[in-house]
């Protein structure tokens, strides 16, 4: 069943259905997503069929496992039901069903995902060969956004909006390079690091030619937070040596190219935008969350508008409802979006997850005693960050990049801090 279920992953991963290639290129897998995405006549996807599925048969298999970490367990069906209460919630104060169905479904196929992988999954040896299958999809999608970029799409390079695969993509080659490093810093090899350098080189590449700034804030706040999980000791004193070398470079490639426009200093010109200088694109997010705040206030912070109903849009200015229907039903900033439908008390619900997940694998990365525990949690813990941007900058809520990423986050945190050792179950009294 890991087997089949890493399969099914890397091939929902690796579909290009919606990449923007298809239309210069073709996309290869793009029969991916009629198959397997695409809801069946029971308004159900074959993929969560199939995970149903492999979730029952695995429940069903007796091998001494241990059941679920209890915390993380509660964490996820809170978000279950409160998912479906604001559904109800939001239909009965005039939401639209097919609206409604539209912005919860991924949360709901996430949450049944995590059980499914953590039931499959059970050691952080099968974690560490689910990666693998990851990063293929990561690496297809790498390669054909490098072909895109040498055959059609140079000239869209940092251009606003403009983007070559998908904005998912940003999740997958972030977490490739973070494993990559980890791989790295673990295996102290020649050989390994050769060939991990060259990997994660091809990485930036991709990331570079996608053009999505939030993919660069994402990498360094990833980065930044496996450094903080990384215990004292012969890892760390690496990793600051290699920062110690680095900072001269790093300092000067700032000095010279803050401020310019060469497409080599995109990365900066991301942090730019994002932080200080205010373009088209920023224009019309702020435009966004002031009416998602506005939202959120006009129906009660409490519980929001609930799914189904629209943000108040303050301006017309940026109105795309003739590019994209669901405009006001899926905003860019999903921190926001979740505040706006569902109140404080669904965005609680969501958020305990997220911490729920990152204590529970940062205990494992300092607790555990062996290092592929805890090199499995750094990156489940740091990939929840970075998905945690995506859902922040670029509607991470409604792509399964980010949610499924996170699903695997979760199936971390139910699994591991048992497997390692750094989590009992109260005996009964």
């Known amino acids: ?235 760390k004193r690496r990793i600051n040596r290699v920062l110690r070398l680095a900072a001269p470079v790093l300092l000067l490639y700032v000095v010279v190219g803050w401020g310019r426009q060469s497409s080599i200093f995109l990365p900066l010109r991301s942090f730019a935008t994002v932080s200080t200088q205010e373009d088209a694109s920023t224009l019309a997010r702020n435009a966004e969350n002031l009416g998602l705040i506005a939202t959120a206030n006009a129906n009660g912070l409490g519980f929001g508008s609930g799914w189904g109903r629209p943000y108040i849009c303050l301006t017309t200015k940026y109105n795309i409802a003739s590019e994209f229907e669901l405009w006001q039903y899926v905003p860019h900033n999903s921190i926001l979006g979740l505040l706006a439908f569902t109140g404080i008390v669904g965005s609680a619900a969501f958020w305990i997850v997220v911490v729920t997940a990152v204590f529970l694998s940062a205990r494992v990365a300092r607790l555990a005693t062996d290092s592929m525990s805890k090199n499995v949690a750094v990156i489940g813990a740091a990939q929840i960050v970075v998905c945690a941007n995506q859902l922040y900058g670029d509607m991470g809520m409604f792509f399964l990049e980010p949610m499924y990423v996170l699903s695997i986050s979760y199936a971390i945190a139910l699994r591991l801090p048992r497997v390692s050792g750094v989590w009992q179950t109260p005996s009964k009294r």
Not at 2 to 21: G, I, N
Not at 65 to 86: E, Q, S, Y
Not at 187 to 199: D, F, H, I, P
Request: hydrophobic share 55%.
């Open 1 to 235: 069943m890991k087997r089949f279920l890493s399969f099914l992953l890397f091939l929902v991963f690796a579909q290009d259905w919606a990449c923007q290639y298809r239309y210069h290129l073709g996309a290869p897998l793009a029969w991916v997503y009629d198959y397997l995405l695409e809801p069946l006549p029971i308004k159900l996807r074959l993929f969560d069929v199939l995970q149903l599925a492999i979730f029952i048969a695995a429940s069903l298999k007796r091998d001494g496992r241990g059941p679920d970490i209890a915390p993380m367990k509660n964490a996820l069906l809170l978000m279950l039901g409160t998912t479906v209460f604001f559904f109800a919630y939001g239909l009965f104060r005039g939401g639209d069903f097919r609206h409604a169905s539209w912005q919860t479904y991924l949360i709901l196929s996430s949450i049944l995902l995590a059980f499914t992988v953590a039931a499959t999954f059970r050691t952080a040896a099968d974690y560490c060969g689910l990666a693998r299958w990851i990063m293929a999809a990561a690496a297809y999608r790498g390669v054909m956004c490098w072909i895109s970029y040498f055959t059609w799409g140079r000239s869209t390079l940092g251009g606003s909006g403009a983007y070559l695969t998908t904005h998912g993509d940003t999740i997958g080659w972030v977490v490739a390079i973070m494993v990559l490093v980890v791989n790295t810093l673990d295996k102290r090899s020649a050989v390994v690091t050769v060939r991990n350098a060259a990997l994660i080189l091809f990485f930036l590449g991709a990331i570079q030619f996608n053009s999505r700034r939030l993919a660069w804030v994402s990498l360094a706040m990833g980065l930044a937070v496996m450094y903080l999980l990384f215990p004292q000791g012969s890892v």
